[in-house]
Nanobody, 124 residues
Framework: QVQLVESGGGSVQAGGSLRLSCATSEGITSAYYMGWFRQVLGKEREGVAALDRDGRTSYGESVKGRFIISRDNTKNTVYLQMNSLKPEDTSMYYC??????????????????WGQGTQVTVSS
């Protein structure tokens, strides 16, 4: 069973930065995609960023130019660097993995392994 554990969430003022981490029990190079998603209570889960095994990235429109997804294979960890944070970035953030190619790597339903989430709160 693949385990994903997120950390790094917290409270920050608008304009600030946070770095989320996702530690995996499996080698992340075996995952085809690693992704970050977010969800506010009562709303649909939203794709934030995805990274494929060849290093290609995808970003949601609302975070392009502000967030960066990366990985450290030696630590089996994927990161989400979040800069220029806005109050609307406030959400629970989830890490996810899928072990085969998918057409839409920012679509939550295409992932089959999920972490428990870490809360990010951005105050104005």
């Amino acid at each position: 069973q693949v385990q994903l554990v997120e950390s790094g969430g917290g409270s920050v003022q608008a304009g600030g930065s946070l770095r989320l981490s996702c530690a995996t029990s499996e080698g992340i190079t075996s995952a085809y995609y690693m992704g970050w998603f977010r969800q506010v209570l009562g709303k649909e889960r939203e794709g934030v960023a995805a990274l494929d095994r060849d290093g290609r990235t995808s970003y949601g429109e609302s975070v392009k130019g502000r967030f960066i997804i990366s990985r450290d294979n030696t630590k089996n960890t994927v990161y989400l660097q979040m800069n220029s944070l806005k109050p609307e970035d406030t959400s629970m953030y989830y890490c996810a993995a899928v072990f085969w190619w998918v057409r839409y790597p920012l679509t939550p339903s295409t992932y089959n392994h999920w972490g428990q989430g870490t809360q990010v709160t951005v105050s104005s």
